[in-house]
């Protein structure tokens, strides 16, 4: 079944024009809607007969996403989209406007910005335990069409979704830092990734994508001929704490990490950032800090020596059952994380940079719609629905983990994402 239309290639919408009895140039038209113009609801699309989008109204009526609902944040800055899929299941995506001069690192410049952060997958199976997605489990990969379709559908809302005349009016950034980890899911990340670029004419600099921290993707997008930005979640200098908080990182340690990044480095010549959500108590101490920037240091642009690292803090955006400020936090996944004071977070800071490492803090945004950084969840997937492979169900022994993937701390329901990774 075809999941969106943004799903299908050049050749394949020629098809189906012939198909429909009509002219060569009808697919130009489609691919012109489609790209161009952001459009994937067939009846919208103007010039093409009525007969011709009926059709394509009729057979792609169970593709594409709805739009389900819609909460505007932050004074109408940040807007949280929560989109049906087909087959019933959903994900978030958060759109982050940016007047001339305002915002974060990201924000921040000389043009106003409009980023959107997309979902590569409902739900994730890294089961990080301060991270709101992580927490709910995994659901099922999206297609490249259905992360292409959420810039779409963003892209022809905003107009009417911006607050004002100083917000921008067309989209800027791309960001994959919504549900799931899209080297879970190279294939629809880079079909995306390419489509974006190619169709949406995003240029590569304009698309970052996040990973927890999967070395084999690392070393793909260093191989990759498409220069996104790529972006690190470390959240911790040493291995005892990262493996609690990043399961993943028993399968991938720091120093394993860093070194795929300081070979994309020297394959790329680009920058990297890495993320760190500061929690309370957890890892936001000036020891942490003073280690996370002697870990980084090293990394240079060759040619340049410039630092190849650049810190972003993320104070932690508190998760339903993820909050508390309990101690017991790291030993206590799922439960007990707070935000850092911000004191904690200047010396954090600070700490890092004395060893020269650039570093900036995040601005907070969406934090009141549960759309800031790690709140996305679902209320998006179907809440009490058990996870499935393809449709199938599982049984009780395919929730245990492949072995030689040691798997989250919390069972994780999905074991064919984790055999991904490995590959
Ligand atoms: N899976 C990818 C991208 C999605 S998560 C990744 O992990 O990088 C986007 C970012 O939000 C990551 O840096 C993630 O670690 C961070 N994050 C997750 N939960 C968070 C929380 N509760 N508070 C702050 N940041 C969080
Ligand atoms: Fe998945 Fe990223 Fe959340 Fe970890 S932080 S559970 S990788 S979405």
């Not at 109204?57 to 932050?74: K, M, N, P, V, Y």
């Not at 992580?134 to 297609?143: A, D």
């Not at 190619?198 to 698309?207: D, E, T, V």
Request: aromatic content about 6%; hydrophobic content about 40%.
């Amino acid at each position: 079944m075809t999941r969106s239309l943004y799903d299908l290639d050049a050749g394949q919408l020629e098809a189906l024009v012939a198909e429909a009895g009509e002219p060569p140039y009808r697919a130009r038209q489609l691919s012109h809607w489609l790209d161009g113009r952001r459009q994937p609801d067939p009846l919208r699309m103007s010039d093409l007969p009525g007969l011709l989008r009926a059709r394509l109204a009729d057979r792609f009526a169970g593709a594409g996403l709805t739009l389900e609902r819609h909460q505007a944040g932050d004074g109408g800055w940040t807007h949280k989209l929560l989109f049906r899929l087909p087959g019933g299941d959903a994900v978030e995506s958060v759109l982050m406007l940016y007047p001339v001069g305002g915002g974060d690192r990201e924000g921040a410049g000389p043009r106003a910005r409009a980023t959107v952060c997309i979902s590569t997958q409902a739900g994730c199976a890294m089961g990080c335990t301060f991270c709101a997605t992580g927490q709910f489990g995994f659901t099922r990969q999206l297609s490249a069409g259905e992360v292409v379709e959420q810039v779409a559908r963003v892209s022809t809302m905003l107009p009417e979704l911006r607050p004002g005349p100083d917000a921008p009016d067309h989209l800027t950034n791309v960001v994959f830092m919504g549900m799931g980890e899209p080297f879970a899911n190279p294939a629809a990340t880079w079909g995306a990734a390419w489509r974006l670029h190619r169709g949406f004419g995003l240029s590569a600099r304009a698309i970052t994508i996040s990973t927890v921290g999967l070395v084999p993707g690392i070393r793909r997008a260093a191989t990759e001929p498409l220069p996104v930005n790529l972006a690190v979640s470390i959240h911790a200098a040493d291995d005892g704490l990262r493996d609690r908080l990043v399961p993943v990182n028993r399968t991938w340690p720091i120093a394993e990490l860093l070194a795929a990044v300081r070979d994309y480095v020297t394959a790329t010549r680009r920058r990297v950032s890495f993320e760190y959500a500061l929690m309370a108590g957890v890892n936001d101490g000036v020891d942490q800090a003073d280690r996370l920037g002697r870990l980084l240091a090293p990394l240079r642009v060759p040619g340049s020596g410039g630092h190849a690292a650049h810190v972003n803090l993320i104070p932690y955006n508190p998760t339903p059952g993820g909050s508390g400020g309990s101690s017991l936090a790291p030993r206590s996944p799922g439960a007990g994380f707070a935000p850092p004071s911000k004191g904690a977070v200047r010396r954090f800071r600070d700490a890092v940079a004395a060893t020269g490492v650039p570093v900036s803090v995040r601005a907070n945004r969406g934090v009141g719609i549960d759309a800031a950084c790690g709140q996305l969840r679902t209320s998006a997937g179907r809440p009490g629905r058990p996870p499935t492979t393809g449709g199938l169900p599982l049984s009780p022994t395919d929730r245990g983990t492949p072995s030689g993937f040691p798997g989250p701390l919390r069972p994780d329901p999905r074991p064919h994402a984790a055999t991904e990774l490995r590959r």
